[in-house]
């Protein structure tokens, strides 16, 4: 099997543990830590959204350093920061330690996600690249798993055991397959997506294969030479295609990330669900978005990938809208099977959608730039929704509020300017 795949699987399986646990997991820890601290809803959601934020922060760093050093080293940095994260929040006793935990954890997962994952799939596909990335964001849909895991053992035990747990458990997982991943093809002697030989000049003529830049050393080095084509990091932030699709970014975080850190509790107090049925309705959202990774992902090779992500974003903010009027457990489904799809869907498609408008020479510093932009908009949801709880007794008006600021999304998206008429101009050319 062509190597590249292994990566994929690898990237994933760590997003499945690193990510799922704290991202999807976070709201099954709101209820213990209120009965044992008595903090607010809004003081223990800015941990959720200190780390959304920081990861944000982080996200121009670590796509600076991949783009220079290679995902490898940073994935092996980051997992075994994220499993000590979650060692030292079994161990809390203020707010204080919350937070810098938060901090902590969004330090590693800064590196094991986002610009350093993709970035390495990216540069082992090209015509398979929307669906290598759907593939990878798999291992985060499948993570909804975890988050019953931990409900559970939070059942069994308590929630410092719980964290205990999981932490080594991340250790002794993610580090060897930290160890799979690779940078690129080229350094194992290789070409993208499993090629076997360079393409011919009729398969370039008929759109089948990409003509890779002829290099000095032979096949591999050709393709490497292609593989830095594109826009650097400047030119990348004088396109207004790079503001739209950021800000765009934000709104749909902005909606998303205040659904996922208070979902349960939403669901426990407002609908009357248990905790347990509650915590499975938050892991339905990652499973239920494996339609959408996969489907949205498979369509971006084939259609135009402004309109498939969009159209992604238009599911999420009418999902939101739904969920702020559910009043009984059998609506809870309807908004689901909107909501989750368009999640994973804008997942899969967006990193492919920037691979294709401004090449791969600063792919991870460009993507780490877009996170932090849209990270604005992912620490104020969580924010928000938990202080609009704390004075109104519901959620259902900043679910509202945030559902509508979402829908924006979808047309900024739709806004963004053809991919070679933005670069050329960018780029100085004609």
């Known amino acids: 099997m062509f190597y590249g795949w292994w990566v994929v699987f690898a990237s994933g399986g760590i997003i499945f543990l690193t990510g799922g646990t704290f991202f999807y997991g976070f709201g099954t820890l709101i209820t213990p830590m209120t009965k044992e601290f008595g903090w607010s809803r809004a003081a223990i959601a800015g941990a959720f959204s200190l780390r959304t934020e920081l990861g944000g922060v982080g996200a121009p760093v670590a796509g600076y350093l991949v783009d220079r050093m290679g995902p490898r080293r940073l994935v092996l940095v980051g997992v075994f920061l994220v499993g000590t994260g979650f060692i030292l929040l079994s161990r809390i006793e203020a707010v204080w330690h919350l937070y810098a935990v938060a901090a902590f954890i969004a330090i590693g997962m800064s590196a094991t996600a986002g610009p350093v994952a993709m970035t390495a799939v990216a540069h082992w596909f090209q015509r398979k690249r929307g669906r290598a990335l759907a593939l990878m964001t798999v291992g985060g849909g499948s993570s909804g798993v975890m988050v019953l895991v931990l409900a559970s ?22 580090i060897p397959l930290a160890l799979i991943v690779r940078n690129r093809p080229q350094d194992l002697g ?68 205040a659904i996922i850190a208070h979902q349960v509790a939403f669901l426990e107090e407002s609908v ?126 900043a679910f509202l509020v945030v559902g509508l600021a979402a829908l924006v999304a979808a047309p900024a998206v739709l806004m963004v300017g053809k991919p070679q008429r933005e670069v050329n101009k960018a780029a100085g050319g004609p």
Do not use: H, N
Not at 153 to 174: E, H, K, N, S, Y
Not at 193 to 208: K, N, S
């Open 272 to 397: 009357g669900l248990s905790s347990l049925t509650a915590s499975a309705a938050q892991m339905a959202v990652p499973i239920v978005s494996l339609v959408g990774r996969l489907g949205f992902g498979w369509l971006a090779d084939y259609v135009d990938k402004r309109k498939v992500l969009a159209a992604a974003y238009l599911f999420i903010a009418v999902g939101i809208l739904l969920a702020a009027t559910v009043q009984s457990a059998w609506q809870v489904p309807l908004y689901l099977i909107i909501f989750a799809p368009g999640w994973g869907g804008s997942i899969s498609v967006r990193p492919a959608f920037q691979a294709e408008y401004f090449g791969l020479r600063a792919f991870g510093g460009i993507q780490g730039l877009m996170f932090f932009v849209a990270s604005v908009g992912a620490f104020a949801g969580p924010i928000f929704a938990g202080a609009i709880y704390d004075i109104m007794d519901t959620y259902r008006p």
């Open 153 to 174: 053992l939070i059942a069994a035990f308590d929630w410092r055991t719980a964290l205990l747990i999981m932490g080594l458990i991340q250790w002794a997982v993610c």
């Open 190 to 257: 290789l070409l993208p997506d499993g090629e076997l030989a360079l393409p011919t000049e009729e398969e370039v003529a008929a759109g089948q294969r990409q003509a890779p830049t002829v290099g000095a050393g032979g096949p591999g080095d050709g393709v490497a030479a292609r593989q830095d084509e594109g826009l650097t990091i400047g030119q990348a932030l004088r396109t207004r295609s790079f503001w739209l699709m950021a800000i765009a970014m934000s709104l749909i975080g902005f909606g998303s990330l």
